[in-house]
T-cell receptor, first 111, second 117 residues
Framework: AQSVAQPEDQVNVAEGNPLTVKCTYS??????LFWYVQYPNRGLQFLLKYITGDNLVKGSYGFEAEFNKSQTSFHLKKPSALVSDSALYFCAVRVGRKLVFGAGTILRVKS | GAVVSQHPSRVICKSGTSVKIECRSLDFQATTMFWYRQFPKQSLMLMAT?????????EQGVEKDKFLINHASLTLSTLTVTSAHPEDSSFYIC?????????????FGSGTRLTVV
């Protein structure tokens, strides 16, 4: 089955430090990968997507993600975390017309 | 950018009644919309794909007679939870496919918190 996995339930990082939220994928063919963020009781906000092209994708709010085909990974990164980045992050892959989501990773940034 | 409006944001209803949730694409036409359900601290579960002008496609295990989906126009899809029960209490989120060709994306509504009492 085509899917994504987020191996960490929660990531804790100090404000100002770099952050990484991990995602690995299992798909046949070329993957279309997405990252979304969700704040409490809100819908999902789009951060970035990889369709084709450069392996380093830059997105909203200073986030970026690196597509690594050999490691089948699409980790989300930010050079310097903010307290306001604390939220729930979802990796997703497009399967046909649908999005299939990972389990989500809670990011906590402490001041 | 593309905006999807979902209404209401919160609703409380009595057991046995029906509740309608609206999902509108404000600045683009959406031939395909999606309805998700999210339990606390869990991921999104796709319930159904809403197709403009035709019947929705439901995921396995989702009762189509309980969760009625109508997509009568290119900018509006509705989800009606019929004869609601407390176990239907959840956070429901819609999304709309936007963009053309292979490079399309998905824009999400802000969600609806349904509480059945």
């Amino acid at each position: 089955a085509q899917s994504v996995a987020q191996p960490e339930d929660q990531v804790n990082v100090a404000e100002g430090n770099p952050l990484t939220v991990k995602c690995t994928y299992s798909v046949s063919g070329n993957p279309y990968l997405f990252w979304y963020v969700q704040y409490p009781n809100r819908g999902l906000q789009f951060l970035l997507k990889y369709i084709t092209g450069d392996n380093l994708v830059k997105g909203s709010y200073g986030f970026e993600a690196e597509f690594n085909k050999s490691q089948t990974s699409f980790h989300l990164k930010k050079p310097s975390a903010l307290v306001s980045d604390s939220a729930l992050y979802f990796c997703a892959v497009r399967v046909g017309r649908k999005l299939v989501f990972g389990a989500g990773t809670i990011l906590r940034v402490k001041s | 950018g593309a905006v999807v409006s979902q209404h209401p944001s919160r609703v409380i209803c009595k057991s046995g009644t029906s509740v309608k949730i609206e999902c509108r694409s404000l600045d683009f036409q959406a031939t395909t919309m999606f309805w998700y359900r999210q339990f606390p601290k869990q991921s999104l579960m796709l319930m159904a794909t809403s197709n403009e002008g035709s019947k929705a496609t439901y995921e396995q295990g989702v009762e189509k007679d309980k969760f009625l989906i109508n997509h009568a126009s290119l900018t509006l899809s509705t989800l009606t939870v019929t004869s609601a029960h407390p176990e239907d209490s959840s956070f429901y989120i819609c999304s709309a496919r936007e963009g053309d060709g292979a490079n399309y994306g998905y824009t999400f509504g802000s969600g609806t918190r349904l509480t059945v009492v």
